[in-house]
């Protein structure tokens, strides 16, 4: 079994990757008016109505050390109390444990401390909705979606390159790259990907040489907009002067419209976000 340390930050590095493949020779373009007016429109129409969805979300990595981990099976329901809306089913292929059902419902509880806080600021006639944002070595990254640039654009579909930000200084923005499929006639997201452009060292004890890992987006109701349905990823990283492969993949199925535990909630659709582990 892979130890929990390194299963985090392989799982970091299978967040490092791309969707869409560049041409060569053909750097991205600042987007047209009307470019722009779709990007934000995609987003808008993307946005993830977290508290009304229940799923069964099946995850899996596996790696060159420390080999097939086993099928990490969770259902989710916003429905229930907080504590328990995390129901592990499977985890790395076995029963869970007492301590591993604890830690669900840990992570339920604190996902309602989240849910709560958010309820609170949103109720500022002031509030204004933080950007979407990724998880990359345990600290979050900005997608600047006011400055989006083409890739490629064609009858059916955009490809925009969103650049990062972020106030820390140790994760290296120049060497990775967010791309955005854009639907033109459904005005949605269809994929999100980020890729490793050059090899980079992560807190001194990995070094990702090679990634990429993808979101796709799926509308499973008409009445609703699209769902996160897949994160696929694979790398190629160095942990200690060990080189390590491996692919990571996480399904959601099952899905069910559901009532939030706490309508408090007042703003139903939240930002884009990539899962955190």
Same mark, same amino acid.
Do not use: C
């Given at each position: ?9 392989? !799982? ?22 009307? %470019?722009?007016? @779709? !990007? ?32 990490? $099976?969770?259902? !989710? ?14 985890? %790395?292929?076995?029963?869970? #444990?007492?301590?591993?059902?604890? /830690? ?29 944002? @990724?998880? $990359? ?12 640039? +083409?890739? /490629? ?7 925009? /390159? ?8 140790? $994760? ?5 790259? +967010? ?10 997201? /269809?994929?999100? &990907?980020?890729?490793?452009? %050059? ?8 070094? +990702?040489?090679?990634? %990429? ?14 769902? $996160?349905?897949? @994160? ?5 990283? &160095?942990?200690?002067?060990?080189? +390590? ?5 996480? #399904? ?26």
């Amino acid at each position: 079994m892979v130890p929990k340390a390194m299963r985090r930050l392989l !799982f970091t590095a299978s967040l490092l990757l791309t969707a869409a493949v560049l041409r060569a020779g053909d750097p991205p373009r600042p987007a047209t008016a009307d %470019e722009m007016a @779709l !990007f934000k429109e995609a987003l808008r129409n993307s946005a993830q109505d977290t508290e009304h969805w229940a799923y069964t979300e099946t995850s899996q990595l596996k790696a060159s050390k420390g080999g097939n981990q086993g099928e990490t $099976i969770v259902r !989710f329901d916003p429905s229930k109390p907080y504590g328990e809306q995390y129901t592990p089913l499977l985890v %790395e292929g076995r029963a869970p #444990t007492e301590r591993q059902l604890r /830690e669900y419902r840990r992570k339920g509880e604190k996902r309602g401390v989240q849910v709560a806080r958010a309820a609170a600021a949103a109720k500022d006639p002031d509030y204004v909705p933080p950007p979407p944002q @990724l998880k $990359i070595a345990g600290g979050g990254v900005t997608l600047d979606a006011a400055n989006p640039r +083409v890739v /490629e654009a064609g009858p059916d579909r955009v490809v925009f /390159e969103v650049p990062l930000q972020s106030k820390r200084t140790d $994760i290296p923005l120049e060497k990775l790259q +967010v791309l955005a499929v854009v639907d033109r006639a459904a005005r949605r997201v /269809e994929t999100v &990907s980020l890729r490793v452009r %050059e090899a980079f060292r992560m807190k001194l004890i990995a070094k +990702v040489k090679a990634g %990429e890992a993808r979101l796709d987006f799926t509308v499973v109701d008409p009445r609703f907009g699209p769902v $996160i349905t897949n @994160l696929t990823g694979d790398f190629n990283v &160095s942990l200690l002067f060990i080189p +390590v492969n491996g692919t990571f993949t996480r #399904t959601r199925t099952e899905w069910k419209r559901v009532k939030s535990f706490d309508e408090r909630l007042q703003v139903k659709l939240g930002p884009l976000q990539f899962l955190d582990s």
